[in-house]
Nanobody, 118 residues
Framework: QVQLVESGGGLVQAGGSLRLSCAAS????????MGWYRQAPGKQRELVAV???????NYADSVKGRFTISRDNAKNTVYLQMNSLKPEDTAVYYC????????????WGQGTQVTVSS
């Protein structure tokens, strides 16, 4: 059974920091592309950051220079360090594990709320 369990969300003032964690089980973590997505009320889910199996990362323009994605394959965990948070970062953040070649899969966590007050 595959599980992606996010933690670390909460309420923070603008300019503050949070660190999200996503612990994965039931998959071969090291071969997965791990991503963080977010969805604000009334908006579509959007990619925040992704880290591929070789360590290459990609970020949404809106978070470049403020957020850092990293992974610890020994702990089957992916992190999202969020600094200089803005009210527009308020959203539910979702962890994603994806593999586009065999064995293909696309799994989501349950989400964690991040609220940034002005």
């Amino acid at each position: 059974q595959v599980q992606l369990v996010e933690s670390g969300g909460g309420l923070v003032q603008a300019g503050g920091s949070l660190r999200l964690s996503c612990a994965a089980s039931g998959i071969i973590f090291s071969i997965a592309a791990m991503g963080w997505y977010r969805q604000a009320p009334g908006k579509q889910r959007e990619l925040v950051a992704v880290i591929f199996r070789d360590g290459i990362t990609n970020y949404a323009d809106s978070v470049k220079g403020r957020f850092t994605i990293s992974r610890d394959n020994a702990k089957n965990t992916v992190y999202l360090q969020m600094n200089s948070l803005k009210p527009e970062d308020t959203a539910v953040y979702y962890c994603n594990a994806r593999r586009s070649s065999f064995p293909r899969y696309d799994y989501w966590g349950q989400g964690t709320q991040v609220t940034v007050s002005s």
